[in-house]
């Protein structure tokens, strides 16, 4: 508690600092403001000077061009302050959150169906009050996919998820880089169903015309220009010349309009989100790591055949920029007489065929530091919780005051834990509302966060890693037909499959075959848990149940099953429980 008190104690006086830079830029704005008001009254003045009244004198107009330029030149302190403004508010706006997250909102539409996922509908993997949720800060559409993804397709590698381990405790150090991060994320204001910038393809193939094109209508247009201004050639000549001009610039836009359209269709993202991701990569590469995984992260914004990330996306930025200008009113002259869009198409493709490889590597680093991000920040926020010890044999799970994260510790009771190597089966009994699910939940999703390389919410905390199979929510599906019973059978079938196939399986059970009656449901636990006991497979299976003559197969069994049970209390009358996991079966139900 003390810990966690001066973590927060220290990012309250980083965002105390941040709130005092903010009123000095709002000072300002406010000083650049009104300056600019008295400045455009003084080119108001001068202007009126020289051109109305009586009194015009040279300097006036010297003035007045004078107060013009100093004009533009506040605009562009002032667009500069309001830029950083924004920046420190989203700065505050993010490390409050950090201390005060408390809804469970994902943030993010997640439309993939996840009722055949191994575990994720079960152990509320996504969706509001998740472990996503609770663990997201993600900005971005692709670092939320990223942190999803994690998620889902768990770990079993010894060696990557100590990898992720070390880089999730270097950066939940670096609180301030991590919301500056966030920051710089939240101003390019990636939404939408974006998953990752798309790999272009070739839209103008061979475009010799286009080229050819790009070069002559500029010229002659400028030749024309030049005509006017300086030669005597008749207005109806050069007249001729601009509408052939026109003509030949008109029919070659006609030409490539689709392949323009379709260019403009394939990009991603506009000029100012490439710009941020600039920003972004700076902050990255400018950043000193020591743990591998983040240093190769921070390495594949250095590699492959462009070698710096910044200098080809800023390149690409600037000729997006271009390419956009030509999209506003002055893009009529633009595009008429100077083929300006087509001539950044052309750019741009090549601009990206020649980061293409790259460009997905970048973003994948992207994507992976914000998400990790997310579970440093989960880390500095839990600072009680520990990053769990792998074994490669031995005990398969042992834990100490093991709690669910999502519960409110204040309020939550823990548990003590262990699964050895000879037990396959561990069958808890209880009556309900004792903490058979929220106990069998707290051990799914704390080896969900301990596959991923997190902190996980226990004193200690051991095992061997599994890919993790629950079956505690199976429904029916009216859409396909598929019974209760019949989807649960199914269910338990991919399970068996998994082990037959030599997957080691960490499996959570609560009370399956409820869609039979009691004698079947009995004499099918049994056949499923010996037939589980005779794979090859590593496995640690824990199941819930109401049904007191299944603990009975511990007396079959008993090196390789293990009862355990939550009890009930008579206190004054009433039944009480006090959540605590005890050996044996139990001898009070409801």
């Known amino acids: 508690v003390e810990e966690r008190f001066n973590l927060m104690k220290e ?13 000095k830029l709002q000072k300002k704005l406010t000083i650049l403001g009104w300056i600019r008001v008295a400045v455009f009254l003084s080119i108001t003045y001068f202007l009126l000077q020289y051109f109305i ?11 007045a061009i004078f107060f013009t330029v100093l004009f533009f030149i506040l605009g562009y302190f002032l667009v500069e302050t309001k830029e950083k403004l924004q920046f420190y508010k989203n700065f505050l706006h993010i490390g409050n959150e950090v201390i005060t997250k408390t809804e ?50 768990l770990s079993i590698e010894k060696e990557e998820i100590i990898l992720r381990q070390k880089s999730v405790a270097e950066l939940s150090a670096k609180t301030e880089w991590n919301i500056h991060f966030l920051t710089l994320a939240k101003s390019m204001e990636i939404k939408g169903k974006i998953s990752h910038p798309k790999k272009l393809d070739s839209v103008f193939n061979n475009p010799i015309l286009a080229k050819i094109s790009t070069i002559v209508v500029p010229i002659l247009s400028l030749v024309a220009l030049f005509l006017v201004i300086f030669t005597s050639i008749s207005g109806g000549i050069i007249g001729l010349m601009f509408v ?8 070659v836009l006609y030409i490539y309009r689709k392949k323009m359209q379709e260019l403009g269709e394939m990009l991603s993202f506009d000029s100012n989100q490439y710009e941020q991701f600039l920003n972004i990569f700076s902050h990255i590469e400018n950043e000193s ?38 999209q506003g009113n002055i893009g009529v002259i633009l595009n008429n007489f100077f083929l300006w869009n087509l001539n950044f198409a052309l750019k741009i493709e090549n601009q990206f065929h020649n980061i293409n490889d790259d460009l997905p590597q970048w973003f994948d680093a992207f994507a992976e530091y914000e998400a990790l991000i997310s579970l440093g920040i989960f880390k500095f926020k839990n600072p009680s919780y520990i990053l769990p010890e792998i074994n490669e044999g031995g005990v398969k799970l042992r834990t100490e005051e093991l709690i669910h994260p999502l519960l409110f510790q204040t309020e939550v009771v823990s548990n003590n834990f262990t699964i050895n190597h000879n037990t396959e089966i561990s069958i808890i009994t209880g009556a309900n509302m004792t903490g058979k699910s929220t106990f069998l939940r707290a051990v799914g999703t704390n080896l969900v966060l301990a596959m991923m390389g997190c902190p996980v919410a226990a004193k200690e905390f051991s095992f061997i890693p599994m890919k993790l199979f629950t079956s505690m929510r199976t429904s029916d599906s009216l859409s396909d037909g598929t019974s209760y019973f ?23 059970l609560d009370e399956i ?7 079947d449901k009995l004499t099918g636990s049994e056949l499923f848990l010996e037939k589980l006991m005779k794979s090859n497979s590593l496995f640690s299976c824990l199941i819930a149940t109401h049904d007191l003559d299944l603990t009975k197969i511990e007396d079959k069994f008993p090196t390789k099953i293990k009862n355990y049970c939550f009890e009930l209390q008579n206190v004054d009358g009433d039944l009480e429980t006090d959540y605590k996991l ?5 001898k009070s139900m409801n």
Do not use: M
Not at 53 to 63: D, F, P, Q, R
Not at 127 to 135: C, I, T
Not at 244 to 249: K, M, P
């Open 53 to 63: 009244l009586e009194s015009a004198v040279k300097i006036h107009l010297y003035l």
């Open 582 to 586: 005890q050996n044996g079966v139990t």
């Open 104 to 153: 469970f909102e994902t943030g993010l539409d997640f439309e993939e169906d996840i009722d055949q996922h191994p575990f994720a509908k079960d152990l509320d993997i996504l969706g509001k009050n998740s472990l996503f949720s609770y663990l997201n800060y993600g900005e971005t559409t692709l670092g939320k996919n990223k942190l999803k993804d994690l998620l889902l397709d």
């Open 289 to 326: 790591f020591k743990e591998e995984l983040n240093q190769s992260l921070q390495n594949k914004l250095r590699s492959g055949k462009s070698k710096s990330s910044r200098k080809e996306i800023e390149k690409l930025a600037r000729l997006l920029r271009n390419y956009e200008s030509g």
């Open 486 to 508: 019949n989807a649960e059978i199914l269910r338990l079938r991919k399970l068996v499959e998994n082990l037959e196939k030599g997957e080691p399986q960490f499996i959570i």
């Open 513 to 519: 075959l409820k869609g039979t009656n009691s004698q």
């Open 11 to 23: 990012l309250h006086l980083l965002l105390f600092e941040k709130k005092e830079t903010l009123q």
């Open 244 to 251: 052939g001009i026109l003509i030949i610039s008109r029919i």
